[in-house]
């Protein structure tokens, strides 16, 4: 576990991020698997990364799942519920991680490419910026980011995973889902063998630049915690 600020880390001109590897001594280098890096652009509370830690970690029940329901037309949705236990503080625009790892209602009915998929309010009416990170149509697996306002410590938070009426406009919001809160976004999804490969999803085009030196060797891991991860060895 790390704990600790660089505060002119993007501040600075020509400033650079290395992941895998300490910068001034190119001898100290990772071995393991690196997932999601998010850097924020402010300090969060105690209980802000307690939430991050514990969505993250049980996604299956921080949010839960309800059952389908049907709505006017073809459409369908389900509704996600954030337990106030499970927060220690009122928290503002949270970006809470969906985590669907099968799903026979979405690989029934929502788009090969998942674009009919978005996210909605309690009151159903409007739409939140949200991440869709990967979606498998065959096994109706999910990983999204959705950027929830406020997340009550007090009465559940409650929103809706609309989809099934073929609709063709992309409705994520990748910028707004992370901004303006966030200075930098890795998912660690892509291959990370290429320049320039591991992109940024804050909306702020802080990309991969290079993928070697140090002798490290970094590959993806098909088995890390949510989704694909950096092995780096």
């Known amino acids: 576990t790390f704990t600790g600020t660089i505060p002119t880390m993007f501040s600075s001109p020509g400033a650079t991020m290395r992941l895998g590897h300490y910068q001034w001594s190119p001898g100290v280098t990772a071995n393991g698997t690196v997932d999601e890096v998010h850097v924020s652009r402010t300090a969060r509370s105690a209980g802000w990364i307690k939430a991050e830690f514990d969505n993250q970690k049980a996604a299956a029940t921080f949010p839960t799942l309800g059952t389908e ?7 369908l949705r389900k509704k996600f519920s954030v337990n106030p236990d499970d927060v220690d503080a009122t928290l503002v625009d949270f970006p809470v991680l969906v985590r669907i790892t099968g799903d ?12 009919d998929i978005r996210f909605k309010d309690a009151t159903g009416t409007s739409v939140l910026s949200f991440e869709r990170e990967s979606f498998n149509k065959a096994t109706g697996a999910l990983l999204a980011w959705v950027r929830l306002p406020s997340v009550s410590d007090s009465v559940p938070t409650d929103f809706y995973m609309v ?16 901004e303006p809160g966030f200075g930098a976004v890795w998912h ?24 070697s030196g140090y002798a490290l060797t970094p590959s993806t891991n098909t088995s890390s915690m949510i989704g694909n991860g950096v092995l780096f060895n």
């Open 69 to 75: 329901e049907n709505l006017s037309g073809a459409a």
């Open 104 to 115: 026979p209602q979405l690989m029934a009915s929502a788009r090969t490419d998942g674009l």
């Open 163 to 178: 989809y099934g009426d073929g609709a063709s406009a992309d409705f994520q919001n990748k910028d707004q889902t992370w």
């Open 188 to 211: 660690m999804q892509e291959n990370p063998a290429a320049n320039g490969s591991l992109k940024d999803s804050s909306g702020n085009a802080r990309n991969q630049l290079s993928a």
